[in-house]
């Protein structure tokens, strides 16, 4: 699961993009990276920890998502 999101992300964030107006990307953006972060979060494993949450905060930066 964890590889399938990891792979997802990038092809669901844009197309995001280019339906959404950059309000609703920031805020809809912001949803789904606070739901995938707590999953990671509570999750047992600690690769994904290492993983995708630096993904996250990567493409935060990228995509100007404020973390709210």
Do not use: C, W
């Not at 600690?46 to 993983?51: F, L, M, V």
């Not at 930066?61 to 973390?67: E, G, M, Q, R, W």
């Amino acid at each position: 699961m964890e590889t399938i999101v990891k792979m997802a992300l990038p092809i669901i964030m844009q197309i995001v993009e280019q339906l959404l107006s950059k309000e609703n990307v920031q805020k809809y953006g912001d949803h789904l990276f606070d739901f995938i972060t707590e999953a990671v979060e509570s999750s047992e494993t600690t690769i994904d920890d290492t993983t995708v949450l630096p993904l996250i905060k990567a493409l935060r930066a990228a995509l100007d998502i404020p973390d709210k």
